[in-house]
């Protein structure tokens, strides 16, 4: 199948496409640090002087549609969190990787 998931998309109802939309804003990223964040009641200049970043780059981290690893890593290890990725396979198989702060936070 070489069709892309743009075309794809095109194709489907305006209905279906609103509700792809509203699932995938729910799931960003961002978004889900940003709670965790709050409610760790750090605030945005928190997590920057903690992880030697900016306000404006941690900002930019929650509102992004795309994120380094190694930025998650030191914005949750700011706040005393950490990360967990799980890798699955399509035969239901899964890898957990537990990223050591020692190794990722300067």
Do not use: C
């Not at 939309?21 to 964040?37: C, F, I, P, Q, S």
């Not at 930019?60 to 994120?67: P, R, T």
């Not at 990725?85 to 239901?92: E, F, I, M, Q, R």
Request: net charge positive.
């Amino acid at each position: 199948m070489d069709t892309d998931w743009k075309t794809l998309r095109a194709e489907l109802p305006e209905d279906v496409r609103a509700r792809l939309d509203e699932k995938r804003g729910t799931r960003r990223l961002g978004k889900a640090l940003a709670e965790v964040r709050k409610s760790m009641n750090a605030t945005q200049n928190d997590v920057a002087a903690r992880a030697a970043m900016t306000q404006n780059t941690v900002s930019k981290i929650e509102n992004a549609e795309d994120v380094l690893v190694s930025s998650i890593v030191r914005y949750m290890h700011s706040i005393g969190g950490g990360v967990e990725l799980v890798l699955k396979t399509p035969d239901g198989k899964a890898k957990r990787i537990d990223f050591d702060p020692e190794i990722y936070v300067k």
